[in-house]
């Protein structure tokens, strides 16, 4: 079955800390993705990466760096954790072989509170 | 600007049908997804229509208009399992994926 994984499913940190979220997908996907979501919004797009070591900007990235390394990592770095980025994170990939017929596989989702 | 609009919040009873619409307004259109996601779980890939008609897979069924923007998920044979929040997107020009905020379907024994 194919899977992307989260490294952690609920995450406590303090404001001001480092804060990294891992991704990793098995489905040797090219495209990967990492989204916020929030009550009464919809996913919104934080940065996406087409490549290793590419990345491209979302909707929202301020506060926010990535990084993939390799293919089948996709990490989201929050710099300075603020209690404005207490949120649920999902991470995303889909294959750009295949395209969108197959849509986007997500993983279970970090639920990340900053106190 | 870009738009996704979907009832906030829908209630129907076991055993029964419902329709889930979406309106879009997007810059430019390269299909429309449909994902279920039940509550503190991973939204999951229900449909992708690209095309004008109907789809349909088992009880769920996806329609698309791209003429009015417009799409909807129909559930038939209404299970209690089916309580979630069903996620509409648009893949936009640039083939990046708008969202809207999601319907949560609550069933009713």
């Known amino acids: 079955d194919v899977k992307v994984t989260q490294s952690s499913r609920y995450l406590v940190k303090r404001t001001g800390e480092k804060v990294f979220l891992e991704c990793v997908q098995d489905?040797?996907?090219?495209?990967m993705f990492w989204y916020r979501q929030d009550p009464g919004l919809g996913l919104r797009l934080i940065y996406f990466?087409?490549?290793?070591?590419?990345?491209e900007k979302g909707d929202i990235p301020e506060g926010y760096s990535v990084s993939r390394e390799k293919k089948e990592r996709f990490s989201l770095i929050l710099e300075s954790a603020s209690t404005n980025q207490t949120s649920m994170y999902l991470c995303?990939?889909?294959?750009?072989?295949?395209?969108?017929?197959?849509?986007?596989?997500f993983g279970s989702g970090t639920r990340l509170t900053v106190v | 600007g870009q738009n996704i609009d979907q009832p906030t919040e829908m209630t129907a009873t076991e055993g029964a049908i419902v329709q889930i619409n979406c309106t879009y307004q997007?810059?430019?259109?390269?299909?429309l997804f449909w994902y279920q996601q039940h509550a503190g779980e991973a939204p999951t890939f229900l449909s992708y229509?690209?095309l004008d008609g109907l789809e349909e897979k088992g009880r769920f069924s996806s329609f698309l208009s791209r003429s009015k923007g417009y799409s909807y998920l129909l559930l038939k044979e209404l299970q209690m399992k089916d309580s979630a929040s069903y996620l509409c997107?648009?893949?936009?020009?640039?083939?990046?994926?708008?969202w809207g905020a999601g319907t949560k379907l609550i069933i009713k024994p």
């Open positions: 229509n690209v």
């Open positions: 489905m040797d996907h090219e495209n």
């Open positions: 990466s087409y490549d290793v070591k590419m990345k």
């Open positions: 995303a990939s889909s294959s750009e072989v295949l395209g969108l017929h197959y849509g986007y596989t």
């Open positions: 997107a648009v893949a936009d020009s640039n083939y990046q994926l708008i």
């Open positions: 997007t810059s430019g259109f390269n299909g």
